[in-house]
């Protein structure tokens, strides 16, 4: 009968392997991503003022729903990246009772 590895011995050889591929990862360029987009929109659109704000502070999208901006997704190609979420509605038995609602996070659209 062989002898029996342990597991720190059994997963070596995948160890290194993961390690190696961590390390490289550590070691590319780092990239901004809120930088990018900002150069990015600016250098595309250079006739209008284009300016970083935190949703905490400014959220465009209430600003919008207060009836001081139109808010247009174009969705028509998919050209946008956003997460949806399930939250839950009320507490106790309405939390229970109420389907809860769906809440979209776009992270980049136009």
């Known amino acids: 009968m062989p002898a029996t590895k342990s597991?720190?011995?059994a997963t070596?050889?995948?160890n290194?392997?993961?390690f190696s591929a961590f390390k490289t990862h550590c070691?590319?360029?780092?990239?901004d991503t809120k930088t990018?987009?900002?150069t990015l929109i600016r250098r595309d659109y250079p006739d209008h003022h284009v300016t970083e704000v935190e949703e905490r502070t400014a959220s465009l999208f209430d600003f919008a729903s207060a009836g001081h901006a139109e808010l247009t997704l174009d969705a028509e190609e998919e050209a946008f990246c956003a997460t949806r979420e399930w939250e839950a509605v009320g507490?106790?038995?309405e939390k229970v009772e109420h389907a809860g609602k769906?809440?979209?996070?776009?992270r980049f659209a136009r």
Not at 27 to 31: I, L
Not at 102 to 106: A, G, H, P, T, V
């Open 102 to 106: 769906l809440k979209d996070e776009y």
């Open 36 to 38: 990018t987009a900002l």
């Open 91 to 93: 507490e106790g038995v």
């Open 27 to 31: 070691a590319a360029p780092r990239v």
């Open 12 to 14: 070596k050889t995948n």
């Open 16 to 18: 290194d392997a993961v």
């Open 7 to 9: 597991i720190l011995s």
